[in-house]
């Protein structure tokens, strides 16, 4: 546990200009994730996995596959806390916690 004493000595604190950074550079690394899937999805996925669609439909359905992208890493934590709370309890959607 981060600031939790180890054998009586206190752990280090984090600085927040450390913390910052750290926030500064994921935000910047996933913001360019969305900007090269957005022009990707705009110039290159319509022809490459819509090639049978009108350009512009395959567009917009580039554009609508993008939302799955981005809100799939979310789904699998309460997805498993449900399926694991109804093994233990036998009750479905409660947590036994």
Do not use: H
């Amino acid at each position: 546990m981060l600031g939790a004493p180890n054998n009586g000595v206190p752990a280090a604190p984090i600085s927040v200009v450390r913390v910052a950074a750290a926030s500064f550079i994921g935000t910047t690394i996933e913001w360019y994730d969305f900007f090269l899937y957005g022009m990707a999805a705009a110039l290159v996925f319509n022809q490459l996995f819509f090639p049978t669609l009108d350009p512009l439909v395959g567009t917009m359905a580039s554009f609508v596959c993008s939302p799955a992208g981005r809100l799939s890493p979310q789904a699998p934590g309460p997805i498993d806390r449900n399926c694991l709370s109804s093994r233990k309890t036998g009750d479905i959607g409660t947590n036994p916690r």
